[in-house]
């Protein structure tokens, strides 16, 4: 049974392939049109480069046509009605990822395909795409970015080679989920473009468009939550007896370790002059808020040691205190609070827009 089996495939190969040629399209006239039923299946986001605005994917692009000089009578062949052939051995559609931002721009993997008795012929190829994204980074970690994938022939125009998505939509069944990425929406569209060097002949692609919006919980915890951390430090600095010396000395350190932390969580944020994203605008307001504190105790440490020997005090002060120490924890106090209210101010007036904006859209 076996060896009858073999015996059968091997002759049908023999057989379709004695007169074949894998160049010329497979049309019974040569006026008629190849019709490839196109679609992409997404497997994983591997990764989203913001600075080289590069996103790189893992796909299947199954392909699907019929090729008029592969059929067969099954009873001619032992009842064989599907055979699995190398994919280089046949003619293909050249399918180009345009968008591509590395060097390779076609489907090489040569895997087999499926060819059936009527001609079918279905080719699956996996590909890693690295595809052109412009990557909007304003309102990152808070921020959604639209992808697209464009899929077109290379050499075939509209004319002679049709390519149909299969789904309005990708496939996303075997999707495996992201870690900082999450899919909220994704679509295909045909587009019919007509180029200036030939006004007169369509060139078809397909065109597949992904929102992605990213999950921001690593960056909420290791780089807003730390500089809000350390701006509320900063606040308490006021809450320091002036008597105790230790305002200086809080302050530089507070500064310190925040330009130890910046230093290190840099490497984070998408290092691209484009635009600043709202972490930065974040990490900015926390520096300066630091500076502000710093500046603002030295005068209040000047004002805790004055006396009326080394400067002259104005009417209204007098009669507020007799002495500059009351001032300067007058000062303390109200700052404590004026400082706490511009921390909680200053991070809902970067973050609670965008936050708004995404809650509105959900």
Known sequence: GLAMCYEDETRLVEDLFKDYNKVVRPVEDHRDAVVVTVGLQLIQLISVDE?????????????????????WNPDDYGG???IRIPSDDIWRPDLVLYNNADG???IVKYTKVLLEHTGLITWTPPAIFKSYCEIIVTHFPFDQQNCSM????WTYDGTVVVINPESDRPDLSNFMESGEWVMKDYRGWKHWVYYACCPDTPYLDITYHFLMQRLPLYFIVNVIIPCLLFSFLTGF????????????????????SL????LVIVELIPSTSSAVPLIGKYMLFTMVFVIASIIITVIVINTHHRSPSTHTMPHWVRKAAEEWKFVAMVLDHLLLGIFMLVCIIGTLAVFAGRLIELNQQE
């Open 80 to 82: 064989v009605k599907k």
């Open 51 to 71: 600075v080289n605005q590069i996103v790189t994917t893992n796909v299947r692009l199954k392909q699907q046509w019929t090729d008029v000089n592969l059929k």
């Open 237 to 256: 600095v006021f809450y320091l007896p002036t008597d105790s010396g230790e305002k200086m000395t809080l302050s530089i350190s507070v500064l310190l």
């Open 259 to 262: 330009t130890v932390f910046l």
């Open 104 to 106: 390779d721009f076609a």
């Open 150 to 153: 464009k899929l077109g022939t």
